[in-house]
């Protein structure tokens, strides 16, 4: 009896050792794994990494593979740990006469030796092991609860097939997870992650699209942002307490959650279009919603469907309508069609800040540059401006008849602008009150000649857009 309890207490003991060198890729989001934790400490003895070990592929992992890449010229530096970047580690580490070897203890943990206390471990092992295997015949039927540990190595390439596996029960034990599968996630979402729950289960490892061992209920995080769009398996195979196995397994898709929006007119999807003049324009748009979120949509800041039309009849010669929707993951996108009126000119000021000078003599001129043309789809030439200058200056503008102040002359090329720049000249500096004086400026008239000679003359050039005027304050010095 003595003899049996021994040779049960040896194999109680799964020590095992495996050469290996990095075989698979790693990447943000990985938690509890052997492969990472192999990675920071080499990441650590080349000096690139100073966090704890952990064997979870986040922030300061990321950042360490990096500046390994960067180092070694591996491009992209993108911080995956890919093919390039895995080749270069062996390479260094057989320069170094070290094999990433590893030994998994009886917590399921692996953990990095050296390649002869590896060697040296698993050929004992072996020895021993081969000595108490006749002995051990007769108790070839009886079953030690373990778990079966076939796992396919984590890729971050989307696996081919799409599987809704069940609730798995095996002799009270459940295993499910709580995301229903197949489980959708945005690329954009600035969280996902999965999270299951079980009873009666004694360990958990992982297969698919990640790995290690993991505990029989919790959760983690998926590093959605690097991955490519497609489907990806998350597979539990867990031991039970009477020594039988039980798995699941999620599927998760992962898909850009930006939405999509077609917005035309008629049939005409460009995004600036030329109208005639005060005509009813519709306006029509439709959308597609990510899978598995909702969305709110406004044109031109009104609420709307997420698919619809509006008719606006366009008096501005310039003018923008615009559709922008918002998903429940806090993704957006708009879009926005331009509407222009054949061979239009408008006139716009930047008065979004008052112009403020300092006066200090008679005669000193206050130069006006805030007034802007702008020609679509034809060129002009500008032959006359006016611009009026509030009542309360007439004594102080010199340069002004009839609180009037024109200019010309003035050549604007197709799809472009051009900057008008004129003087205010100001007469003596007593007329100015202590206190300063606000002088507001307005173009009210506007005459100007397309290419084909049409000569166009306007009382309200300024574009609804945009106010007409500008505000100029003068204090005395």
């Not at 029989?216 to 039988?244: F, I, Q």
């Not at 005639?276 to 949509?297: D, K």
């Not at 054949?342 to 403020?356: E, F, R």
Request: proline content about 5%; glycine content about 8%; charged content about 10%.
């Amino acid at each position: 009896m003595k003899k049996f309890i021994f040779v049960i207490t040896l194999l109680s003991l799964p020590l095992f050792a495996s050469a290996q060198t990095f075989e698979r890729d790693m990447y943000f989001g990985i938690q509890g794994d052997s492969g990472v934790q192999q990675l920071q400490e080499f990441l650590a003895d080349q000096g690139y990494y100073s966090g704890p070990i952990t064997g979870n592929f986040f922030s300061l992992t990321f950042s360490a593979v990096k500046k390994f890449q960067t180092a070694q010229g591996i491009v992209p530096a993108s911080g995956y740990a890919g093919p390039k970047t895995r080749a270069k580690i062996d390479e260094l580490l057989a320069q170094e006469g070290v094999s990433s070897s590893s030994v998994t203890n009886e917590s399921g943990v692996t953990v990095s030796v050296s390649s002869t206390s590896a060697s040296d471990s698993m050929s004992q092992l072996v020895a021993q092991l081969q000595l108490l295997q006749q002995q051990l015949s007769a108790l070839q039927q009886q079953s030690i609860p373990t778990v079966q540990q076939q796992i396919s190595q984590p890729s971050i390439t989307p696996t081919a097939s799409v599987s809704t596996p069940v609730t798995a029960t095996v002799n009270n034990a459940t295993l499910d997870f709580d995301q229903t599968s197949p489980f959708t996630v945005a690329r954009e979402a600035t969280e996902s992650k999965i999270s299951w729950h079980s009873q009666n289960l004694t360990n958990c490892l992982a297969s698919g699209n990640w790995s290690g061992t993991k505990v029989t209920n919790g959760s983690e995080k998926l590093g959605v942002t690097y991955m490519k769009d497609g489907s990806y398996t998350y597979t539990l195979l867990c031991g039970t307490l009477n020594g039988s196995t039980i798995s699941k397994t999620l599927t998760v898709n992962v898909i850009s959650g930006t939405p999509a929006i077609t917005l035309q007119i008629g049939s005409n999807t460009a995004s600036r279009q030329t109208i005639s003049p005060n005509s009813a324009v519709q306006f029509s748009w439709s959308t597609t919603v990510p899978t598995g979120e909702s969305m709110q949509c406004t044109a031109n800041d009104a609420p709307v469907s997420t698919s619809g039309m509006k008719e606006v009849v366009v008096t501005e010669g310039y003018f923008v309508f615009k559709v922008k929707c918002v998903t429940s993951n806090g993704v957006s996108a708009e879009k926005s069609i331009q509407t222009i009126f054949p061979g239009y000119l408008t006139i716009s000021a930047d008065g979004s800040v008052p112009v403020s000078q300092t006066v200090s003599g008679d005669g000193q001129p206050v130069y006006l540059n805030r007034f802007k043309l702008v020609a679509f789809y034809d060129k002009f030439n500008v032959q006359e401006l006016r611009f009026q200058i509030s009542p309360n200056a007439s004594s102080v503008v010199t340069n002004a008849s009839g609180n009037i102040i024109t200019v010309g002359n003035y050549p604007v090329l197709e799809d472009s602008y051009q900057t008008i720049t004129f003087p205010l000249s100001i007469g003596k500096l007593n007329d100015i009150p202590s206190s300063g004086l606000t002088i507001r400026v307005t173009n009210v008239y506007a005459r100007y000649t397309k290419s084909d000679g049409t000569v166009i003359t306007t009382t309200t050039p300024g574009d609804k857009n945009t106010q007409p005027y500008i505000d100029v304050v003068l204090t005395p010095q």
